[in-house]
């Protein structure tokens, strides 16, 4: 059966291959995406996705969401990433987001659906916790969360902090807490799932706009990690945001503990962790699948596959 998506991104070039995978997947139906601050300013990653989207000519719309975090003003903006760089290397779009603000347009959409639509936060989760404080009721309407973000090992953006939760932890906190069952695929995950120049090199024999989209974005984040972060394999990357999108599709992807996780929001050299409860210490009861495995060679047979087909 074809399971309906939404995607809140912050656009990006991981964003950009989730997205792309998400809009090529037979056995997804994307509806449409919400921008939101993050990699790099909101309006950018608007005009990011859009330009994904008309380089593999999706028609879904996009709509702008929060160009803030909660409550966090001053918010360490990235203006420009070494890993997403700032504008994806793809042309201009001629399109606009449509006037509908995100937070507004995921609360309508999900209040008018069947309960059917999967909801998939790769950025900061600003758009969502905005949206379930504005209208409750849509617990009720998201039957999963499959969310790219938090680390138990280590973070990326701090010592103990992933980068989507640090930007604004009490976003996070809001919807870890909301009672939506949650799938989460943290650094724990991607990092065991990553993305060489070989893989690239067989992006671009498939040859596709998406392949070919996908090697230039991967080949950049290479060139980000190796400067900045580099992995345990050299000349690789994580590809964070596209196993999510994998996830929804093919769950065996990665391997999950049903566990308590909750986020703190005022540690001195914490904040943004997202602390989870193996050892089964807080008697809270669990709230998230939390991804520790993954399937590496599942996830890239997936993406090589997805991102060989047009539209
Ligand atoms: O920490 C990885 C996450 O941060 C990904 O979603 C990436 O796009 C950045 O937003
Ligand atoms: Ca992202």
Not at 30 to 50: D, H, Q, S, Y
Request: proline content about 7%; overall charge negative.
């Amino acid at each position: 059966m074809v399971k309906k998506v939404i995607l809140d991104v912050d656009t990006g070039t991981d964003d950009a291959i989730a997205l792309m995978i998400a809009a090529l997947s037979p056995d997804l139906e994307l509806v449409g995406a919400t921008t939101v601050i993050g990699n790099v300013p909101c309006v950018v990653c608007t005009e990011n996705t859009l330009r994904v989207f008309d380089h593999i000519g999706i028609q879904a719309p996009v709509h702008q969401g929060m160009v803030e975090p909660m409550v966090r003003p001053d918010f360490d903006r990235p203006e420009v990433s070494v890993i997403h760089g700032r504008f994806l290397p793809l042309p201009e779009t001629n399109r606009k987001a449509t006037s509908l603000k995100g937070v507004d347009w995921l609360i309508d959409t999900f209040m008018a659906s069947d309960g059917d639509i999967t909801l998939v936060p790769v950025g900061p989760l600003t758009n969502v916790a905005m949206a379930l404080r504005k209208c409750p009721e849509l617990v009720n309407k998201i039957p999963e969360m499959v969310i790219m973000g938090g680390a138990h090992h280590y973070g990326n953006r701090s010592a103990s902090a992933e980068f989507n939760i640090w930007v604004d932890p009490e976003a996070a906190k809001v919807v870890v807490n909301s009672g939506v069952p949650i799938r989460m695929v943290p650094l724990d995950a991607t990092h065991q799932a990553l993305t060489s120049l070989d893989d690239c090199a067989k992006f671009r024999e498939i040859g596709t706009p998406a392949a070919v989209a996908a090697a230039s974005f991967a080949e950049q984040r290479i060139k980000g990690y190796n400067a900045t972060q580099p992995m345990k394999i050299k000349d690789t990357t994580p590809v964070h945001d596209a196993l999510a999108v994998c996830a929804v599709i093919d769950p065996s992807v990665i391997k999950t503990e049903f566990i308590h996780v909750d986020v703190e929001t005022k540690g001195e050299l914490t904040d943004g962790r997202t602390v989870c409860d193996f050892a089964k210490r807080s008697g809270k009861e669990p709230n998230v699948h939390f991804a520790m495995g993954v399937d590496s060679p599942k996830f890239k047979a997936m993406m090589f596959d997805i991102l060989s087909r047009t539209t």
